[in-house]
């Protein structure tokens, strides 16, 4: 058995309040003419975008007073980078509150120390997976989350694994529950689907996919629906033949071509 790596957060999403007291809606574009160092394009996007150096983060300033920050690598630089656009924004001459300070999102990656063999996980592991290679040449890994919180939408924390072995979590809102499930699925999922093969880049991954999924395909099934022989009563026998005759040469046509292509990419 080998050693478990430790993910490491790449981005911190966090979200407040600075909407000051009586007041239900900012103006965007009085706060944006106070303040020069901000971006806002109604046209484009409906909030006011800043930024800051240290620690590099972006936050978007909505009219109902809701902000949202990402980029932050810590939930403590995430809640200093909120407070340091509070102060931002009441350099404009009005006073701001910081309140209802939340962490929505932490994504964080990981690379194990082997290749993953993500056919294997996609048909023995039983869950939410979506695994189509000729798509997205990752695995994605849902595994539900209880939080104990009464609502409609069910916590999930995501796992998209690559066959070199890296993994992205996202859909945590702390290190230690990211960690909690790291340890499960690593031990229970990843540790025991080793890929045999080592494909190199993931361009030689896509074509050895191609061809196994070419190689799944059922040619007498294809075949069935391209030769059928339509029934019908005896007046209609010349109209059905012509029909059929028609549909089994555009659907050989069809066929073919599609075999030539697959061998074109596989060859």
């Known amino acids: 058995m080998c050693e478990m790596p430790v993910p490491k957060l790449q981005n911190v999403v966090a979200t407040f309040c600075v909407l000051p007291e009586h007041e239900t809606q900012l103006d965007l574009n009085w706060l944006l003419s106070r303040c020069p160092f901000m971006e806002f394009d109604s046209k484009r996007f409906a909030a006011v975008v800043a930024r800051l150096r240290k620690p590099k983060t972006t936050c978007l300033l909505f009219a109902s007073g809701k902000a949202v920050c990402t980029g932050a690598k810590t939930e403590s630089e995430a809640r ?3 407070m340091k656009y509070v102060n931002l924004f009441c ?8 309140i209802g300070f939340k962490i929505e999102n932490i994504v964080s990656a990981v690379h194990c120390p082997f290749r993953l063999d993500l056919r294997k ?3 023995d592991e039983s869950g939410w997976i979506n695994y189509e290679p000729t798509l997205f040449p990752g695995l994605i890994f849902r595994k539900p989350l209880d939080r104990r919180k009464k609502s409609k939408k069910r916590n999930m924390l995501v796992f998209i694994c690559f066959q070199s072995g890296k993994c992205v979590i996202t859909g945590g809102r702390s290190r230690s529950e990211i960690l909690a499930e790291w340890v499960i699925m690593f031990n229970d999922v990843l540790s025991h689907n080793i890929a045999e093969v080592d494909y190199g880049s993931s361009g030689n991954y896509r074509v050895a996919q ?3 999924s070419y190689q799944l395909t059922n040619h007498n099934m294809l075949r069935s629906i391209c030769y059928f022989n339509p029934s019908g009563e005896q007046n209609d026998q010349c109209e059905l ?3 059929a005759l028609n549909q089994n040469t555009q659907s ?3 066929l073919r071509l ?4 697959i061998q074109h990419h596989l060859f």
Not at 258 to 261: L, V
């Open 121 to 123: 996980i996609a048909d």
């Open 91 to 98: 350099s404009s001459g009005r006073s701001f509150r910081f």
């Open 241 to 243: 033949r012509r029909i």
């Open 80 to 82: 200093t980078a909120c």
């Open 258 to 261: 599609a075999e030539r292509i």
């Open 252 to 254: 050989r046509n069809a």
């Open 210 to 212: 191609a061809s196994h």
